[in-house]
């Protein structure tokens, strides 16, 4: 009994330490003007993003590969957002805003770092799937325990074939 017990507790533990990390979203918006893009950041201020930030040359200290990123063109120009997230206010919250991002026309997801790794955009388009609100208790930690798993398998070439798909349509 006390065996299960501990085991358990670990286990919440594990879970708590899931919601509490961050979720960092490398986008590139689809507008020619700084104008344009405020007005864009500023759709996403009911997601209760915890901060935006535009940059162009974070990329390299995102990917820390830069050789590789001639493989992603810019859209319009080189702006490049950085939408940072706290699981633990609203896991809810968290998936409404990622399956914004993922039907935003205006919204080309990057990349994303997810538990302190970097994570590919269908590791990513995959965690709401597993995240199912309705999802019970059981099931949801299973789904979670496997979030883990699946992005530390994920790789930087997967992620640039998966960006190279989303551009050309594949």
Known sequence: MKQTFIKNELKQRQLQKIFQSPL???SQLNCTDAQTEIKILQELKPYKVES????ATFLKKFFKESNELT???PLSNNLITIFYLKFPKSLEDTLTFINYLKNNKKVLILGASLFSNQISLSTLEFIPKLMNP???KRKLE??????RSLHKISTFSTFLK????VK???
């Open 24 to 26: 960092i979203i490398l």
């Open 52 to 55: 935006c930030k535009v940059y």
């Open 71 to 73: 493989h992603i063109h």
């Open 134 to 136: 309705v999802l019970n």
């Open 142 to 147: 299973k789904s979670l325990l496997m979030v």
């Open 162 to 165: 998966q960006t190279k798909a």
């Open 168 to 170: 050309t349509g594949e």
